[in-house]
């Protein structure tokens, strides 16, 4: 059984999940963050890098996506769920060519976020938030900076206010780790939901969406200690 983490912890898309989930729902999501496995793949991780080199050009090297979706289609996985993972990167990166004409920068130059990003903490939560692309802009009164997110999962995809909490999110943890390179723009904190095909635009507004997520912080805070793994 793998060990729990001693603080209270949860990556950005689960905690946009926790944010309009049922309480069962949401005591599942915790279990998961607080017991994860021992050893974990990152489902998408192939598309994410992918998709983030994509990016990261400016949309100018869509050809570093065609190359992992042959490889991809090239590989014999040796299990059904390595074979239904590997697949779901291929349906992920071909959305992604379908849907390239939607995304927008802004005007701002991205670069590729840290593998390693600093986490954000809410309420004594630690947030994974790991922004796959940092952007940089020269405003009127001085640089501009953001952070995009890509979110993946066909399984949970983002409406309008579950895109609006991650934005929000994503304006903190530039607030609080880009703030030497500029000021941070909302407009520029946006989410690329893959699995919907939609670019949903970074929010103005946040007092509202941060007060939430406070909200669920403490939630998230408070049940953590009950929470048991019921798997074992």
Partial sequence: M???PINPRISLNKLA???TATPARQRRIIRD?????AYQVVYYREAQEAVSSALASELSNLAVVERQIDILNQQAPDSVGTQRRLAANVDALEAFMEMVDRISFGGAR???????AP????RNVDISVRPEIILVAEGRSGPLVGAMKVHFPKTNPLDDRTAG????????WATANLHEEGQVSGLFCSVIDIGSRCHHEGVRATRQRLRDLEEACETIHALWPTISDDRT
């Avoid at 991205?110 to 390693?116: C, I, K, S, V």
């Fill in 17 to 19: 999940e926790f944010m």
């Fill in 165 to 172: 909490y991650v934005s929000a999110l994503l304006q903190e």
């Fill in 2 to 4: 793998a060990r729990s």
């Fill in 33 to 37: 963050q607080k017991f994860p496995p």
């Fill in 119 to 122: 986490k954000l903490r809410m």
């Fill in 110 to 116: 991205p670069r590729l976020g840290e593998n390693d």
